[in-house]
Nanobody
Framework: VQLQASGGGLVQAGGSLRLSCAAS????????MGWFRQAPGKEREFVAL????????YYADSVKGRFTISRDKSENTGTLQMNSLKPEDTAVYFC???????????????WGQGTQVTVSS
């Protein structure tokens, strides 16, 4: 599976961005797609995930209620809708696919290249 993330940019605090992750290759129903982010000088952290088959979702507490993850199985694409953005959301955002439910980086096999999100105050 190859992943291509897009949609990052510069936005003011309180604004919105929509990230997309286009996948080439088959994603099985048992797989999950996750979004992670990495700020300068910090470790990569979990943001959200979606079970590819059922569509059930899970969010980090820091983004719950502001971010929404979704997927379009027919298009083999995942999205992360980010609303009410804060300066602390500034990071490089990565999409990833893994074989099972996890919010641990090393459990994901396939990674996109990352897209920069910058939120100004």
């Amino acid at each position: 599976v190859q992943l291509q993330a897009s949609g990052g940019g510069l936005v003011q605090a309180g604004g919105s961005l929509r990230l997309s992750c286009a996948a080439s290759g088959r994603i099985f129903s048992s797989h999950v797609m996750g979004w992670f982010r990495q700020a300068p000088g910090k470790e990569r952290e979990f943001v959200a995930l979606i079970r590819w088959g059922t569509g059930s979702t899970y969010y980090a507490d820091s983004v719950k209620g502001r971010f929404t993850i979704s997927r379009d199985k027919s298009e083999n694409t995942g999205t992360l809708q980010m609303n009410s953005l804060k300066p602390e959301d500034t990071a490089v955002y990565f999409c990833a696919v893994g074989p099972a439910f996890s919010f641990i980086v090393r459990d994901y096999n396939y990674w996109g290249q990352g897209t920069q999100v910058t939120v100004s105050s």
